[in-house]
Antibody, heavy 114, light 107 residues
Framework: QVQLVQSGAEVKKPGASVKVSCKAS????????MHWVRQAPGQGLEWMGI????????SYAQKFQGRVTMTRDTSTSTVYMELSSLRSEDTAVYYC???????WGKGTTVTVSS | DIQMTQSPSSLSASVGDRVTITCRAS??????LAWFQQKPGKAPKSLIY???SLQSGVPSKFSGSGSGTDFTLTISSLQPEDFATYYC?????????FGPGTKVDIK
């Protein structure tokens, strides 16, 4: 069955970077774009950007430009989201979702705390 | 950016009630509108895409309508498993944006 398996929870200090992975299975990895969406505690959903696993092209939300990098590894059917210069406001659950957001990973909790 | 609003922000309803949630876009988005359901501690689940098309496996008690700027999600007969937060989302243009959510709880 179609599945997205995300990496485990992370705790980071302010100023550090975090890299979250999302491994796809059950479908042709390069045939579907992948989104990243985050949700701060008690808040709504926030779109961060999208990657084309086939060619690697990306589009990021302006808010994250310069701090986020989305990459993929076609050999392992995995996409990655790296967020740098972390601050406390980046504490959230980070989700990957296959376009058109019909399949979601379970989420990765990232906590930024000194 | 396209702003999405939802009303109400929360509602209390009883099992068996018909529930309608409204979503409005700050500019026309044709029918590029999706609805998601999210339960506490879980990932969102896709319910509807293209404003009115039911996602595979989603029960027919859920329905969507609208085009342009105004959209609705209707649950025809609320069941215990439907108590959750519902989000609309536009995918007409980047950045994709979500509404703030409507929390449906038990009266």
């Amino acid at each position: 069955q179609v599945q997205l398996v995300q990496s485990g929870a992370e705790v980071k200090k302010p100023g550090a970077s975090v890299k979250v992975s999302c491994k796809a299975s059950g479908y042709t990895f390069t045939s579907y774009y992948m989104h990243w969406v985050r949700q701060a505690p008690g808040q709504g959903l926030e779109w961060m950007g999208i990657i084309n696993p086939s060619g690697g092209s990306t589009s990021y939300a302006q808010k994250f430009q310069g701090r986020v990098t989305m990459t993929r590894d076609t050999s392992t059917s995995t996409v990655y989201m790296e967020l740098s210069s972390l601050r406390s406001e980046d504490t959230a659950v980070y989700y990957c979702a296959r376009d058109p957001m019909d399949v979601w990973g379970k989420g990765t909790t990232v906590t930024v705390s000194s | 950016d396209i702003q999405m609003t939802q009303s109400p922000s929360s509602l209390s309803a009883s099992v068996g009630d018909r529930v309608t949630i409204t979503c409005r876009a700050s500019q026309g988005i044709s029918n590029y509108l999706a609805w998601f359901q999210q339960k506490p501690g879980k990932a969102p689940k896709s319910l509807i895409y293209a404003a009115s098309s039911l996602q595979s496996g989603v029960p027919s008690k859920f329905s969507g309508s609208g085009s342009g700027t105004d959209f609705t999600l209707t649950i025809s007969s609320l069941q215990p498993e439907d108590f959750a937060t519902y989000y609309c989302q536009q995918y007409n243009s980047y950045p994709l944006t979500f509404g703030p959510g409507t929390k449906v709880d038990i009266k």
